[in-house]
């Protein structure tokens, strides 16, 4: 069962604080890294994945890289997935499989629908627990319409959300960020860490 440890709701204003830099003090590195992209078929359509990727064996040290490109849909069907990806130093954990966090995984979907369902804009992050495994998460949903909400349901949310965190996974990512697009203006941004206590996340930076 997924307990939920913590959990903290709040509202963040655009431009009052740099995202990538929000709740993280310590000294930051860029490291460049080439976008990997993935198109995959969900079974209602293409999504498409955009990273970039630090693999945990090759950083020393905590970098936020952010990404500047979007991928528009041609169809309202899916969910387009663009990921930007941070890291941490040698030896840490990277994010788990989905098989062994199917629960979080599942939590984490239920948690995008809700928001949704709910018009919010909010920002939510905290930390999960499946058995051994730990989780720190944030999420936030943007837009450039009116409204706060996509018209995904529940089972589609859940597919993104497995191919990003597969795709984190294989690439030894410990801290990542994902950005979500249903075709709409709906836009949902999910940064998740494998080390929470080490690289918390209080904010989304991508």
Known sequence: MVKLSKVLCGVLACGLIDPC??????????????????DWDDGAGN?????????????W??????????????????I???KVVTTAKVASHVIFTVKAGLEIWEFLAGLIKSKSDANSCTLTY???????KVLGYAY??????SNCDTTAEKKTILAAVEKCVTTLHNS?????????????TWHGHLRLSAEPSVYPVHAVDC
């Open 21 to 38: 830099l929000a709740g993280d003090n310590e000294t930051t590195y860029e490291v460049i890294t080439t976008p990997v992209i993935t």
């Open 47 to 59: 999504m498409t994945v955009k990273l970039k990727v630090i693999n945990a064996d090759y950083a």
């Open 61 to 78: 040290q905590w970098a936020n890289v952010t990404s500047d490109t979007t991928t528009d849909l041609e169809k309202r069907t899916g």
């Open 80 to 82: 387009t997935i663009q």
């Open 126 to 132: 905290g930390t999960d627990v499946s058995g051994e």
């Open 140 to 145: 936030k949903a943007t837009t450039t319409g």
């Open 172 to 184: 030894g990512t410990t801290v990542g960020c994902c950005e979500f697009n249903h075709g709409g």
